[in-house]
């Protein structure tokens, strides 16, 4: 989740680091990949809940430019956090994928993508704001200074998590397949940290900054789009 206004137009080179990242893979000989990223650029509207800003038009043409430089060979399943802009993210990046000959299936809103990991969405909104960083507050959850009655342990979320998505990763589906999972940068950042995603301790967590999850000679891998990779 977003504390702060970030600018929405540093982000455009991530889809296209996100769409090398994929067709590397997927040129290795990997068949499945998931692909758990933030969403795309979003309003900052400070007078409505967080959770129902929506992305910008410079966010959905992101979607759209992810969309048209994916494999054309891969058929992209949707999953996204329930918040308007996750799924629109999703949609929009399958949509454009579709449009340049792609194959597609629709999205759904998964919970486990949210917020799952906070007991006290408002103690947690606090701490976030007080915070000098996501990242520092990341470190501080993993440490185990922020409160229990807050947040479940990190590592826990973590695991969770990570079940979620291997699970998606191991289910049937098409020859070559690519699942979409839209989340926040809090769970981005929250899962780098936990699987040792983290060559380059402060770097921010863009849109469309993703993490690729994906088996390789029946070990199970994570990579950044800054080109780190780490067995799981």
Same mark, same amino acid.
């Given at each position: 989740?977003?504390?702060?206004?970030?600018?929405?137009?540093?982000?455009?080179?991530?889809?296209?680091?996100?769409?090398?990242? &994929?067709?590397?893979?997927?040129?290795?000989? &990997?068949?499945?990949?998931?692909?758990?990223?933030?969403?795309?650029? +979003?309003?900052?509207?400070? /007078?409505?809940?967080?959770?129902?800003?929506? *992305?910008?038009?410079?966010? +959905?043409?992101?979607?759209?430019?992810?969309?048209?430089?994916? !494999?054309?060979?891969?058929? *992209?399943?949707?999953?996204?956090? !329930? !918040?308007?802009?996750?799924?629109?993210?999703?949609?929009?990046?399958?949509?454009?994928?579709?449009?340049?000959?792609?194959?597609?299936? +629709?999205?759904?809103?998964?919970?486990?993508? $949210? &917020?799952?990991?906070?007991?006290?969405?408002?103690?947690?909104?606090?701490?976030? /704001? /007080?915070?000098?960083?996501?990242?520092?507050?990341?470190?501080?959850?993993?440490?185990?200074?922020?409160?229990?009655?807050? *947040?479940?342990?990190?590592?826990?979320?973590?695991?969770? *998590?990570?079940?979620?998505?291997?699970?998606?990763?191991?289910?049937? $589906?098409?020859? +070559?397949?690519?699942?979409?999972?839209?989340?926040?940068?809090?769970?981005?950042?929250?899962?780098?940290?936990? &699987?040792?995603?983290?060559?380059?301790?402060?770097?921010?967590?863009?849109?469309?900054? $993703?993490?690729?999850?994906?088996?390789?000679?029946?070990?199970?891998?994570?990579?950044?789009?800054? $080109?780190?990779?780490?067995?799981?």
């Amino acid at each position: 989740m977003e504390i702060g206004v970030k600018s929405e137009h540093g982000s455009h080179h991530f889809s296209e680091k996100a769409a090398a990242m &994929v067709t590397d893979v997927f040129a290795s000989g &990997v068949e499945r990949g998931v692909l758990l990223m933030r969403h795309s650029a +979003r309003t900052f509207d400070p /007078s409505i809940h967080d959770l129902l800003n929506k *992305l910008t038009q410079h966010g +959905r043409k992101l979607c759209s430019r992810l969309g048209e430089e994916l !494999p054309k060979d891969l058929t *992209l399943k949707g999953y996204a956090s !329930p !918040p308007s802009r996750c799924m629109e993210t999703a949609e929009a990046i399958i949509q454009a994928h579709v449009d340049r000959g792609g194959a597609g299936a +629709r999205t759904r809103p998964v919970e486990a993508l $949210g &917020v799952f990991y906070a007991l006290d969405q408002q103690r947690m909104w606090k701490g976030l /704001s /007080s915070a000098p960083s996501l990242q520092h507050y990341v470190s501080q959850w993993f440490a185990g200074t922020v409160p229990g009655d807050v *947040l479940i342990p990190a590592p826990l979320a973590v695991d969770l *998590l990570l079940r979620v998505l291997q699970g998606k990763l191991q289910a049937p $589906g098409a020859a +070559r397949q690519l699942d979409l999972c839209v989340t926040h940068d809090l769970t981005i950042y929250t899962v780098r940290h936990g &699987v040792g995603l983290e060559a380059a301790p402060g770097a921010e967590v863009e849109f469309l900054d $993703g993490l690729l999850l994906y088996e390789r000679d029946s070990r199970l891998f994570m990579r950044d789009q800054r $080109g780190n990779e780490v067995n799981l």
